[in-house]
């Protein structure tokens, strides 16, 4: 998924299957330990205008799941202002699900 430079079905389908393994607390620690969240943050902040709207709805809910923990909440804190940049761009998207997922977030 990290190799993919643009929208494809192969990064939908991780980004749809991590988000569901998400909700569970190992694959979240794998995924903080990877720095999952930095890396959301910035395919966020490079590609926002050309996601489809599943992506950016699984990629954003993803990133709420991280960011609710303690260890994610801290990886956010280390990239906070490139993090609550992204956020407050996505805060009035048209999509109400990445509305709901941005002030989980936040």
Do not use: W
């Amino acid at each position: 998924m990290i190799r993919e430079k643009n929208e494809t079905l192969l990064r939908q389908d991780a980004l749809g299957a991590l988000q569901k393994f998400s909700l569970r607390r190992h694959p979240q620690d794998v995924m903080l330990k990877l720095n999952m969240i930095n890396y959301l943050v910035n395919m966020l902040g490079n590609e926002l205008d050309s996601m489809s709207e599943y992506s950016l709805e699984y990629s954003t809910a993803l990133l709420m799941n991280l960011a609710l923990r303690k260890m994610g909440k801290d990886k956010c804190e280390r990239i906070g202002v490139k993090v609550l940049n992204q956020l407050l761009q996505m805060i009035d998207h048209k999509n109400e699900q990445v509305r709901t997922y941005v002030n989980g977030i936040l």
